[in-house]
């Protein structure tokens, strides 16, 4: 069982499908950042004890993003705005998912470069 996935497997991954949502993607990545402040700050305090210690990883990073940030957000969307006989998991699949977690990843690790730690 592979529990990690690298950013060359999420390209693989979006070249495969070659059917990305960009639209549901942003939509998911815009409703994570505003839908909780607990979720999101307990991402970025995670994710910045660990690149304060040196041992931040680009691909774990986007992992824990798409784990503990987005879906809860694609859960509580579909609860919000979803029907009843469509899955969260339908409505944002993995590939969108990653998209989301990759461009969230990359805002924080600009946020850290800057200095800014949560």
């Not at 307990?42 to 784990?67: C, H, M, P, W």
Request: aromatic share 14%; with cysteine; net charge positive.
């Amino acid at each position: 069982m592979k529990l990690s996935t690298s950013s060359a497997d999420i390209h693989t991954i979006i070249t495969m499908t070659n059917t990305i949502d960009t639209v549901a993607a942003r939509e998911l990545e815009v409703y994570a950042v505003n839908f909780s402040s607990s979720h999101y700050n307990s991402v970025g305090k995670t994710l910045s004890k660990f690149y304060k210690q040196g041992t931040f990883n680009l691909d774990r990073a986007i992992a824990y993003i798409e784990r503990y940030l987005l879906v809860p957000a694609a859960k509580d969307y579909k609860l919000c705005y979803g029907s009843m006989s469509t899955a969260w998991n339908q409505m944002f699949p993995k590939p969108e998912r990653l998209v989301a977690a990759e461009s969230i990843a990359h805002a924080f690790v600009s946020e850290f470069r800057l200095g800014n730690f949560w």
